[in-house]
């Protein structure tokens, strides 16, 4: 069965200081996703990319974020410079696009803890 | 904003059946329903979805009411391993929007 895998499962960083968390999607699906869930709260949607551009991002997803798809395999989330409330676990999801008929996969996350 | 009603929580006793209802009443014509569980400390896993027929897979089944502004996810027998969070989501414009869901908890 396909996958989504992330990496690193967890992550501890310094306030102030920049982190990338990667993912590789599923290798022929055309969305890719980033969720995150602060602890005890709901999944949060991050932002959405396809065709190598972002296609919508939500009020989260300020400027300390960026993604990119650098090589076209993986993905990755960079956070510039976290803050203790970007503590959260970061789902990647990816999705075949050719219509919403279809289900989307998640990889089983990123523990950020920012300290 | 998630656009779906679900409740908060439901209980359920081990080899029952379970259904875990949602309320979607926007909900466009274009609109799939889609299930998504969210085991402890996992990430989402796709249950099920459909547009406006009844669907069935090895994991569930999806009742969608005729004017589709509600639906019925039915795990047939339900598992310890089945307590986990149930998202009842409208998928559109390739994008996943959760909801709180609803906490399914399974008694031995």
Known sequence: ?115 | DAKTTQPNSMESNEEEPVHLPCNHSTISGTDYIHWYRQLPSQGPEYVIHGLTSNVNNRMASLAIAEDRKSSTLILHRATLRDAAVYYCIRGSNYKLTFGKGTLLTVNP
């Open chain 1, 1 to 115: 069965e396909p996958e989504v895998t992330q990496t690193p499962s967890h992550q501890v960083t310094q306030m102030g200081q920049e982190v990338i968390l990667r993912c590789v999607p599923i290798s022929n699906h055309l969305y890719f996703y980033w969720y995150r869930q602060i602890l005890g709260q709901k999944v949060e949607f991050l932002v959405s990319f396809y065709n190598n551009e972002i296609s919508e991002k939500s009020e989260i997803f300020d400027d300390q974020f960026s993604v990119e798809r650098p090589d076209g395999s993986n993905f990755t989330l960079k956070i510039r410079s976290t803050k203790l409330e970007d503590s959260a676990m970061y789902f990647c999801a990816s999705l075949q696009g050719r219509s919403m008929n279809t289900e989307a996969f998640f990889g089983q996350g990123t523990r950020l803890t920012v300290v």
